[in-house]
């Protein structure tokens, strides 16, 4: 083979060669570049925290909310999979309130939102009424950003979580109607005291 066939095979061979290495090239900084953007979201977008906490050491609960990223969560609405009745205060349904029922604009990152769901031998004792005070539920939280709609999914577990792990609401009765006697009966042997002289 001479020297000019060579060259004639080989233009058309370092093309095609070239053009497996450019479309190589392109399509692996595609895909770096998704991954990129793909990172950049995650590290900026909304993370939601929502939990049931026991607060004045254990004797009530709360269920938290709160954007623990760094970005706000735009038109944020939360759900539940059920009725959930709160016990006290009002002691209507947890849907029923505001900030669940209709949503805020914008739930910006470290606002935490704590709504009281009640006394927590309310939800622990084995005599409650679990249509009203169920053990477990789902919360759901959708919201959007940066044009894509988000919905993350929180189960909620009150009595396996905390069961057995605080004083129960008849325990505290009992504790409390056991203090009282103990006290009443000083205080009233004080007072018979007291009256006699």
């Given at each position: 083979?001479?020297?000019?066939e060579?060259l004639a095979?080989?233009?058309?061979?370092a093309?095609?060669?070239?053009?497996?290495?450019t479309?190589?090239?392109?399509y692996?900084?595609?895909?770096?570049?998704?991954?990129?953007?793909?990172q950049?979201?995650?590290?900026i977008?909304?993370?939601?925290?929502v939990?049931?906490?026991?607060?004045?050491?254990?004797?009530?609960?709360?269920l938290?909310?709160e954007?623990?990223g760094?970005s706000?969560?735009?038109?944020?609405k939360?759900s539940?999979?059920?009725?959930?009745?709160?016990?006290?205060g009002?002691?209507?349904?947890?849907?029923?309130?505001?900030?669940i029922?209709?949503?805020?604009?914008?739930?910006?990152?470290n606002t935490?939102?704590?709504?009281?769901?009640?006394v927590s031998?309310?939800?622990?004792d084995?005599?409650?009424?679990?249509?009203?005070?169920?053990?477990?539920?789902l919360i759901?939280?959708t919201?959007?950003f940066?044009?894509?709609r988000?919905?993350?999914?929180?189960?909620?577990?009150?009595?396996?979580?905390?069961?057995?792990?605080?004083?129960?609401?008849t325990?505290?009765?009992?504790?409390?109607?056991?203090?009282?006697?103990?006290?009443?009966?000083?205080?009233?042997?004080?007072?018979?005291?007291l009256?006699?002289?």
């Amino acid at each position: 083979m001479s020297a000019t066939e060579i060259l004639a095979w080989s233009t058309p061979l370092a093309t095609l060669g070239l053009l497996f290495v450019t479309t190589a090239y392109s399509y692996f900084t595609y895909q770096l570049t998704v991954v990129a953007r793909r990172q950049r979201f995650e590290a900026i977008r909304p993370r939601l925290q929502v939990a049931v906490v026991a607060t004045q050491r254990g004797q009530l609960f709360v269920l938290r909310l709160e954007n623990i990223g760094i970005s706000p969560a735009k038109d944020f609405k939360v759900s539940l999979d059920r009725d959930v009745y709160r016990t006290y205060g009002d002691m209507g349904r947890l849907n029923d309130v505001p900030f669940i029922r209709n949503g805020v604009p914008a739930f910006m990152p470290n606002t935490p939102i704590e709504i009281g769901l009640g006394v927590s031998g309310s939800f622990l004792d084995d005599d409650v009424d679990r249509a009203r005070h169920p053990a477990r539920f789902l919360i759901a939280a959708t919201y959007e950003f940066e044009r894509q709609r988000i919905v993350e999914q929180f189960p909620i577990e009150v009595h396996d979580l905390y069961a057995d792990t605080m004083i129960s609401h008849t325990e505290m009765s009992d504790l409390t109607k056991a203090l009282r006697d103990d006290v009443a009966k000083p205080l009233k042997e004080a007072v018979r005291l007291l009256k006699s002289k």
